[in-house]
């Protein structure tokens, strides 16, 4: 499974502006320059902007406050990726170099690209917190306090967060499994602070670029009262000119002008002014259109390095924007989306979403292929290799998930947190270099005690493909660490070899040169259990470059 993260959009942008200017654009935008936090994420940045032809951009690292270097954005990452002879002793500010990804300092009056790392979904609910037991230690809340990513407005003594895409109904749930409601605007002050926080700092072109608040006509048709979510009074209004409209009766919702038109805010008569509009309008994810054609296992694994997964579609209208959005954006006349029959004869969405919706052409899908892909010109979908390679497009979700809540203890203070083992598993890398990426991660290439492990092991980095070639399989972290003067076999994390699975005649050091292990996660034919070496190790040489390598990490809960 994949270890719980902060789940970002990234916004590449090439218009070169000096460093300050990059981070308030950034911060309009809701997020901050680029942090990186691992070797993955500074590959998958790399290879984003080598596909835009961007050769430096922007990283949010600098010492503009502080005598050594930190991320804009606050993150403790001790990750980094300086090029040889860097950082030097005046630079202030860093450049990514896309052509192998490392660090250059750079001065930070200097305009270069740059990228945006925005949070693209909601946290997610929490359980109400069980009663303190008797001589635990409570501490109250401080006046004034806001939580972590809250901004706090001292005229109402209230806090405020605003979030990423969704209707009226999932805006005001995300709300309250925040412990509140759509803000309620009672003063010309608390409307302007409230604009402010939620403005993207760039022209809207349509309603749904704007910014819900928590006015609705709760009872419509019945009554055409306009109410707030939280029951406070109707005590302050600012609705724009000819607003509300109610056009074609279907506008029963409130959103602010949080952005304007032009250059020039006075300009724009909608500017801070609340409008009507339909409750329903959504856009259900923050999407990625990624011209990279890539086998589909390779483009869910992208997705999920950005916190989603392939996309999956809950009806037409969707089907049809992503379609009409991937043609403009030009990423080729078709794409993957999350649609695919690995584990099973049934077609099912990699995001684990129902299937309620298809497109299918006539004829389609056929009877041997097991991924889908759909067509930038009329969303036609047609079923296709997994092994064959397309652009593809990822939607990283902000429906808020389900929680089930655990039962509260009967007595005693909570206990000491546990561990248990997270698996992670990235593609195409040598053993010594996974082996880093796994420790840049806080782990090591995966350890193996169990035939229970050794088979979730093989499973997550199954592709689901015949393979061809042994590169085409999973490292593992077993390693002739001192060869040649031993032969042992140890694991990268120091855990004792109290488990193996050798596949027949394995290892054998073909031509001497085998000192690292690949696990055999595919099979050979449509019978598992014809191919003896299926879910069992074979000795490789170390420099091979391999599909896939699992990382292993203690988690604490």
Not at 21 to 28: F, G, K, M, R, V
Not at 195 to 205: C, F, L, N, P
Not at 540 to 556: E, H, L, Q, Y
Request: net charge negative.
């Amino acid at each position: 499974m994949m270890e719980g993260s902060i789940r970002r959009c990234y916004k590449f942008v090439s218009d070169p502006q000096p460093f300050y200017l990059a981070e308030e654009a950034c911060i309009s935008a809701g997020g901050h320059v680029a942090s990186v936090s691992s070797g993955y994420e500074n590959a998958m940045l790399t290879e984003t902007l080598q596909s835009q032809r961007t050769r430096y951009s922007y990283i949010g690292l600098n010492k503009l406050s502080a005598p050594s270097w930190s991320w804009s954005d606050g993150s403790n990452s001790n990750y980094t990726n300086w090029a040889a002879s860097q950082p030097n002793a005046t630079a202030t500010c860093a450049v990514m170099n896309s052509v192998d990804g490392t660090w250059t300092s750079v001065a930070c009056n200097a305009a270069y690209p740059y990228v945006c790392a925005i949070t693209a979904s909601v946290p997610a609910p929490t359980c109400p917190p069980c009663p303190t037991p008797g001589g635990c230690p409570t501490f109250p809340p401080a006046v004034g306090h806001c939580d972590s990513g809250w901004a706090y407005f001292d005229k109402t003594d209230s806090c405020y967060r605003y979030f990423l895409w969704a209707t009226f109904d999932n805006a005001e749930m995300f709300c309250m499994s925040n412990g509140g409601h759509l803000a309620s605007i009672h003063s010309d002050e608390e409307n302007v602070f409230v604009a402010d926080i939620s403005k993207a700092g760039v022209e809207y072109k349509k309603e749904a670029d704007l910014t819900w608040i928590g006015l609705k006509q709760a009872d419509y048709p019945t009554s055409q009262a306009w109410t707030w979510t939280d029951g406070t009074p109707l005590d302050y209004l600012k609705w724009g000119p000819s607003q509300p409209d109610d056009k074609r009766g279907k506008e029963h919702c409130a959103q602010t002008h949080s952005d304007y038109l032009g250059r020039i805010p006075a300009k724009d008569n909608n500017y801070q002014h609340w409008d009507d509009c339909q409750c329903t309008i959504e856009m259900r994810a923050c999407y990625k259109f990624s011209a990279d054609a890539l086998p589909f296992y390779m483009a869910e694994e992208a997705c999920l390095n950005l916190g989603g997964h392939l996309i999956s579609f809950a009806g037409g209208l969707e089907n049809a924007m992503v379609a009409e959005t991937a043609q403009q954006q030009n990423i080729g006349s078709s794409f993957f989306i999350g649609l695919n029959k690995l584990n099973g004869n049934a077609w099912g969405y990699t995001d684990g979403q129902n299937v309620t919706y298809t497109n299918w052409a006539s004829g389609e899908p056929s009877a041997t292929s097991t991924c889908a892909i759909s067509s930038s010109a009329d969303g036609i979908w047609k079923s296709a290799s997994c092994s064959s390679s397309h652009p593809y497009v990822c939607a990283i979700s902000t429906i808020v998930p389900t929680v089930t809540c655990p039962p509260c203890p009967t007595a005693g203070c909570p206990a000491p947190p546990g561990e248990k083992q997270l698996h992670r598993y990235f593609l195409w890398q040598n053993f010594d270099n996974a082996e880093n990426i796994c420790k840049s991660n806080g782990g090591h290439l995966t350890s193996v005690h169990s035939k229970e492990e050794n088979v979730f092991v093989s499973t997550m980095a199954m592709s689901g493909n015949t393979y061809t070639d042994s590169n085409e399989l999973t490292w593992v972290g077993l390693k002739q660490m001192n060869y040649p003067s031993s032969k042992d076999w140890t694991w990268t994390d120091g855990t004792p070899v109290d488990f193996v699975a050798w596949a027949p005649t394995q290892p054998d050091d073909s031509k001497g040169q085998e000192h690292c292990v690949e696990l055999y996660c595919d099979h050979t034919g449509k019978d598992p259990a014809k191919d003896q070496n299926y879910q069992r190790w074979n000795d490789m040489p170390c420099s091979t470059n391999m599909r896939s390598f699992v990382c292993k990490k203690a988690s604490i809960h």
